[in-house]
């Protein structure tokens, strides 16, 4: 009799894995795309008129922002400050308070006035959530609670210093799987984990991570309604996402829901997706609050976005519905053999021009005074960021010069003010660039 209990048992928990609560409909377009997708000829502005009852928020006409990672985040969290311990204490409130405090205080010196903090990095939250368990990176353990709110104190400290706060997820990657089983089954993920059938479809396993398939309504609910629940809560003045789209070309991640959907190609298949839940993203962050922004920064080269992210930016750059603003990561000097520096931005220039959408650039702090190793055997583009100087000054000086200009943001907070990153060549070049920001 206790063999026959337990075995129900199990049977029961099982089968609840397996059957997940229906949420909330997002209103996102089919899966085939076939949502109207409506062009734009007015220029957007940085300040729309604010929807009474809602949150105001706070988002500059040009913007000098900052990436601030869950690896810096890491370090304030921890009063051992290093990312990559075993060992992990918690600052105190009144610690992490100070802590962060002094973080835009050194963003306000080089008068930066927008920050991109990383709120969602592994499928985990920065912040109270119903739909993923509190982050590992805050108290060293998935799921456990915090004594206070992280996210409540870096917006009150943003705001104080009217800087403008956007929230940093990454949608698809969630844990890496030495921690997957470690997520409770009160979170859809952790649910779909146990489950036979969702494990490997719904969420997928690629190189020591897991990742959400875009390529199922569920899915998409899960992702849009985890931006919901932030700009609906929270204060934040945007919700932001980077360029970590599919994790392979290979087919084998989605290839059983792929060939359900009789698509034309694979490509097309996870493009149609990626448009699917982007746009979903975008209109769940207008739900929760209809004056917040929505903006991605995706990588600089269109053919990798398109053809090994399957992400299409110029869909997003061209169109209302996807993104209030674009930041494409031009991490390249000025002769880089594939993606130079001019040629990129000018692109992108172009793909904004009368579009709704607002264009920055992002610039890469980290590559001064180092050999760039992606950039060809030339040494004059292979060797340009450890052999010129000014090479951002120079990079900002230029993006200016464009109609299309609303901003500048850099990668990332170490590398502009932690000593152990900031050498002299990147202290050379951040005197050269201060007269251009200010």
Not at 88 to 116: K, M, P, W
Not at 374 to 396: F, H, Y
Not at 421 to 431: D, K, M, N, S
């Amino acid at each position: 009799m206790k063999k026959l209990t337990t075995l129900l048992l199990t049977a029961a928990i099982a089968l609840s894995a397996c059957t997940s609560p229906t949420p909330a409909p997002t209103d996102e377009p089919t899966p085939d795309g076939s949502a109207p997708l409506i062009m734009q000829t007015t220029p957007a502005t940085a300040n729309t008129t604010p929807n009474a009852g809602f949150y105001r928020t706070l988002n500059h006409d040009e913007v000098v922002g900052v990436w601030i990672s869950f690896i810096e985040l890491t370090g304030i969290f921890s009063q051992g400050r290093t990312y990559g311990r075993n060992s992990h204490v918690q600052q105190t409130e009144a610690q992490f308070r100070a802590a962060f405090a002094e973080v835009l205080d050194n963003c306000v010196s080089l008068g930066i006035n927008t920050v991109y903090v990383h709120l969602r990095p592994f499928g985990d939250a920065v912040y109270e959530s119903e739909h993923f368990p509190w982050s590992k990176f805050i108290t060293g353990d998935i799921g456990r609670v915090p004594t206070f709110d992280p996210l409540e104190i870096m917006l009150e400290e943003s705001h104080a210093r009217e800087i403008s706060f956007h929230g940093w997820l990454n949608p698809m990657r969630i844990q890496h799987s030495a921690d997957m089983a470690l997520v409770s089954q009160d979170y859809l993920i952790g649910q779909w984990y146990a489950c036979d059938e969702k494990r490997g479809t719904y969420i997928v396993e690629h190189q020591g991570n897991w990742y959400l398939n875009p390529a199922y309504e569920e899915v998409r609910e899960l992702i849009a309604n985890g931006v919901r629940e932030i700009t609906e809560r929270y204060n934040v003045d945007a919700i932001h996402i980077d360029d970590y789209f599919y994790p392979t070309v290979d087919s084998s991640f989605d290839e059983a829901v792929f060939t359900d959907s009789q698509a034309a190609s694979l490509a097309d298949f996870r493009r149609t997706n990626v448009n699917a839940m982007v746009r979903s993203m975008h209109d769940s962050a207008k739900r929760g609050n209809p004056n917040a922004l929505f903006g991605i920064s995706p990588a600089a080269g269109l053919s990798s976005n398109r053809d090994k992210l399957f992400a299409d930016v110029e869909l997003w750059a061209q169109n209302a519905g996807f993104a209030d603003y674009i930041i494409p990561q031009i991490y390249f000097g000025f002769n880089h053999p594939t993606l130079p520096f001019v040629e990129t931005a000018q692109k992108w220039a172009a793909l904004t021009a009368n579009s709704p959408v607002k264009l920055m650039f992002g610039l890469s702090v980290y590559k001064i005074g180092t050999e760039d190793t992606n950039a060809g055997s030339d040494p004059a583009s292979r060797l340009e960021w450890r052999n010129e100087t000014e090479i951002l000054r120079r990079q900002i000086e230029f993006v200016q010069t464009l109609p299309e200009y609303s901003g500048v943001v850099f990668f990332s907070y170490n590398f502009l003010f932690n000593k152990g990153h900031v050498t002299p060549a990147i202290e050379a070049e951040i005197a050269a660039m201060a007269g251009v920001l200010n």
